[in-house]
């Protein structure tokens, strides 16, 4: 899914390389069978083939980012350089021609230094993500996180993962969404069918999201008749598809008790802390008119 976000940088790699071949046949006349060192040509072949499987590792794992950068067009350097160490051991040029000689040996020297800058900021990237999964582990033992009726974390955990994800987002750019179920008068059913009614339709409505959702979703229970779903790495399009298949579903259930009123709302996080992103969270429900005010976020 990552090649798309790299689609001109693979397209100048591609120019860059036939660049490279052009001007290696324009310049030199190959060689005679019996004057190529076929050892030569399987280490050279050898070298190119591994900093080529770099490159189809950083475009097909990482984001578009600096960091990404830094490693791509380094690792791109060393592949102009052995590409076309390989190609000389094809090809013979004129004692005075020094352009190929010059394209051969400096691209590799200088790609090694853009891509240790690359790896010393993956590695920064990735000491700041360890820190968080640190952070994650410490709340997963907490069990006074946990809804003691649905056993789903509650609004406390929530708003700690929910901080944690938007930190993540900041540095990998990924996008981030939330998906939120609303029980619509909630408090008028637990009055019609009873308080035990209505605690046994938020554990099957709890249980039932949770086989909904993906195993990298994280459900919790915000409030009494609110649950909020975190999607890592999903843009609002997708979002907006999980929710409205969610719906669709949520149709076809038969629940415990007659059923009221469910609203799935999914919606991009684009504040820098969880507390507003919840809030306007909570404002888009009042703008579909779904609830009337009654979720209030921590």
Sequence with gaps: MMWRHHHRKLAFTLLLLIVGFVLALRFGTLKEAGLIDWLDVLAEGSALLVVCGWLCLIVSSRPAGRVTEWLYYGSLLLVFSYFLNLLDEFLRYAPGMRLLSWLESFPAPVGMIVLTIGLIGWHREQRAIDRQLRGRELFLRDHQLIDPLTQLYGNEYLHAVLNREISLQQQSHKPLALLVVNIRQFSYFNRTHGVAAGDTLLCWLAEWLSSQLRPTDLLCRAEGDCFVALLPDTALPAAELIAAHIQRQL????????????????????????????????????????????????
Excluded: F, I, Y
């Design 251 to 298: 149709l076809r259930q038969e629940s415990p008790e007659a059923q009221p009123e469910l609203r799935v709302l999914a919606m991009a996080v684009t504040s820098h802390n969880a507390v507003d992103a919840l809030l306007a969270a909570r404002r888009a429900l009042e703008n579909t008119k779904a609830v009337a005010g009654q979720w209030q976020p921590a």
